[in-house]
């Protein structure tokens, strides 16, 4: 059976890592997400989802694509991410990113186990490949460092000997308790990345990156545009994306893939950062992991800020 673990929009900090360990609460919004689940019927929800998910691998999509109108009706927030996988079947709107609430329920439950997963199972190695190409072009260091998506610190462990000061964000609370422990931090946030960077009033960074984070995002200019409000001109963009053919795009700029996480155009997203505030330093064609026994194509992206004209 299918378990749905509650999700309570806030924001969480971990104090400095050289000082506590403790947690503290910075911000707390309480709102849709623990009204919603107080009132949902997580039996009939878990029942409803697992038959949508039966008929889709049944291939029966119309049957599926009913039976997730259920699923979203029971749990509006939707905890089990059903408008991404209606998307992926064809049978629904492609949604601007994928719900706050399946993120963090989806990480929260893979947490202990994720890097085993993603880097030993999956070939998972964009942070590696960040490094490498910071060092290549001769980049850094940096004096602050802000990793959106930071999850269990993957990036941040990889550059943690190229910046002073780093700062983590991620939405799930259990991956950050995971980065916490391993001391690469000075800062760590419980926050969906858009919302962190729409509420910082702290000292911009001098480099913001975000690997593995846009698979979970459709439209990409409230996130380019909220790394170019925290960054210091000349600053630097760091992400990677997963991509496909452009034939598969017909003209969109992004479209949600069959393994239910979104794939960009490599024209949408120069055409977004030019628009946003950002040169384009240089776009490399990546294997992001694998994924079934096959490679998914990327890009790893690095752009400079301008500054404001």
Do not use: W
């Not at 408008?83 to 992926?88: D, E, G, K, P, Q």
């Amino acid at each position: 059976m299918l378990f749905f673990v509650p999700i309570v929009k806030c924001h969480f900090r971990l104090t400095p890592r050289r000082r506590s360990a403790d947690v503290r609460i910075a911000k707390r919004l309480r709102g849709p997400y623990e009204t919603a689940m107080k009132k949902i019927d997580e039996e009939a929800l878990a029942e409803a989802y697992n038959r949508a998910l039966a008929l889709e691998k049944s291939g029966d999509f119309d049957a599926a694509a009913a039976a997730y109108a259920q699923v979203l009706a029971l749990d509006p927030e939707d905890h089990g991410g059903a408008a991404v996988r209606l998307a992926s079947m064809g049978r629904g709107d492609t949604p601007e990113k994928a719900p706050d609430a399946y993120v963090a329920t989806l990480f929260d439950q893979h947490a202990e186990v994720f890097e085993d997963v993603l880097v030993e199972q999956l070939g998972y190695a964009v942070p590696v490949l960040v490094r490498q190409r910071l060092q290549a072009l001769e980049l850094g260091p940096f004096k602050r460092m802000l990793d959106l998506g930071c999850g269990t610190g993957l990036t941040g462990g990889a550059l943690r000997d190229m910046c002073e000061d780093i700062t983590g964000v991620d939405l799930s609370e259990n991956m950050v308790e995971v980065a916490h422990e391993k001391d690469l931090y000075e800062t760590l946030y419980v926050s969906e990345a858009v919302d962190f960077l729409d509420d910082n009033d702290d000292e911009p960074f001098d480099l913001i990156t975000a690997t593995d984070v846009l698979p979970y995002l459709g439209a990409l200019e409230p996130l380019f545009f909220g790394a170019a409000d925290n960054l210091v001109p000349g600053g630097l963009f760091i992400f990677s994306s997963e991509t496909l053919p452009d034939e598969s795009f017909a003209g969109r700029g992004f479209m949600v893939g069959l393994h239910q996480r979104f794939a960009h155009a490599e024209r949408y997203v120069r055409e977004r950062l030019d628009a946003t505030g950002f040169d384009l330093v240089e776009i490399s064609d990546i294997t992001v992991r694998m994924e079934e026994g096959e490679p998914i194509a990327g890009h790893l992206v690095i752009a400079r800020y301008r500054g404001e004209q």
